[in-house]
């Protein structure tokens, strides 16, 4: 059997967004800034998948700006909050230790640049207090960046609450949602949030192709420089069939999202009860406050990326932690910011499930995991006998 258990990395092309895309790929060649018939054909197209995107996060279409994917979003909205703090004179920003490295990266170059920068610190169960947010607001600050759910160990944060915290304070809040979009629900006018960044390859979109919503009002910073596309906001000719694949993959798992969620919660539960079973597992996150289709455990004794290979070899593939730092083999900075030791955060295994997953393949996975840390400890206690003699 082979399960594809890593999501949370990417998902696989739909056959919606693949069909809305082909088009673009071969027949409709124009570019949308040229205005003979076909560029108008492609502008065309560019405006339609605009519209339907952002009706999906109750925006306007002049609010939806395109980018190359998460990564590209989250730098964007942090120049663009630093460049207007700056203007005004404040440069204090907020921010988690939990977020995502194209959130933190981009904060620890502020720091250089003389931004007083705080991560606030989350308790064990991976969930930013409302009150910690409003504590750390000061005259000075500009923005406040908190992720709407955590890509490693799947927690979803109270972000409307923080939202209006931040509205209240007159400060910028920016999201990363890129593990939410077409996954929960998204509003944001509920949310309170100026910047929302999300990437198509999550919701069964093509991988390269991303959008940051910027509210009304708030002139964002261009990170590329060069022609007036994206209305002077994203230099660089826009990619019709990945918008367009982008526009669909998101109406798609927006239509199916509730039916889907409760499939894959479910599963997600029984996942959880299963794997708890296994002596020295231990949960990563909040059991009940987390993402539908998201499993995060650290296993006693063992190395995470040995219990990879073992479940290759077994078909079912899965990860340690975010896809974006996989080749680096310290512990992850979200289990360590929990409060995990590094040993126990090494032994770190995260499932990321779908709506197409079975339950067959659920039963699969335990019975995979339970054999496989099985298999390791004894490995590393027969090694450590043997160093003995």
Request: a negative charge; aromatic letters at 4%; charged letters at 20%.
């Amino acid at each position: 059997m082979h399960v594809y258990a890593d999501n949370a990395a990417t998902t696989p092309l739909s056959e919606t967004a693949f069909q809305a895309m082909l088009p673009y790929l071969r027949q409709c060649c124009g570019n949308p800034s040229s205005t003979h018939a076909p560029g108008r054909e492609a502008a065309r197209a560019l405006r339609e998948a605009r519209e339907r995107i952002a009706a999906c996060l109750g925006a306007e279409p002049e609010e939806i700006v395109f980018t190359s994917g998460g990564s590209e979003s989250d730098n964007q909205a942090i120049l663009t909050a630093a460049r207007l703090g700056a203007a005004a004179g404040k440069r204090h920003v907020i921010s988690t230790a939990v977020e995502h490295h194209a959130v933190l990266r981009p904060l620890e170059r502020l720091a250089r640049e003389g931004y007083d920068v705080t991560l606030l610190p989350v308790p064990e169960d991976g969930i930013v207090r409302t009150e910690d947010v409003r504590a750390a607001i000061r005259r000075d600050t500009v923005f406040v960046s908190v992720m709407h759910a955590n890509n490693e160990i799947g927690t979803v944060q109270p972000i409307g609450e923080i939202g209006a915290v931040c509205r209240e304070a007159g400060v910028l809040f920016h999201t990363d949602a890129v593990q939410t979009a077409g996954h929960l629900p998204i509003c944001t006018d509920e949310l309170s949030v100026d910047l929302l960044s999300l990437s198509a390859h999550k919701f069964h979109g093509p991988k390269g192709i991303g959008a940051l919503y910027v509210r009304r009002g708030v002139s964002p910073a261009s990170l590329i420089e060069g022609g007036g596309q994206e209305g002077g906001r994203r230099a660089g000719t826009e990619n019709i069939a990945a918008i367009v694949g982008m526009a669909a993959a998101l109406e798609e798992s927006c239509r199916r999202r509730e039916k889907d969620a409760a499939h894959t919660a479910a599963l997600r539960d029984r996942l959880i009860a299963g794997l708890s079973g296994i002596p020295g597992a231990v949960l990563n996150g909040d059991p009940v406050r987390r993402l539908p289709g998201n499993v995060s455990f650290c296993f006693s004794g063992i190395e995470g990326e040995a219990l990879l290979w073992q479940l290759d070899r077994c078909g079912v593939y899965a990860s340690v932690g975010s896809a974006c730092t996989s080749a680096a083999y310290a512990p992850s900075h979200v289990l360590l910011a929990l409060g995990r030791s590094p040993d126990l955060a090494r032994g770190a295994l995260r499932l990321t499930i779908s709506a197409e997953t079975t339950e067959e393949e659920i039963g699969y996975i335990v019975d995979v995991v339970r054999r496989s840390v099985a298999y390791l400890r004894e490995c590393t206690g027969a090694a450590s006998e043997r160093s003995d003699e």
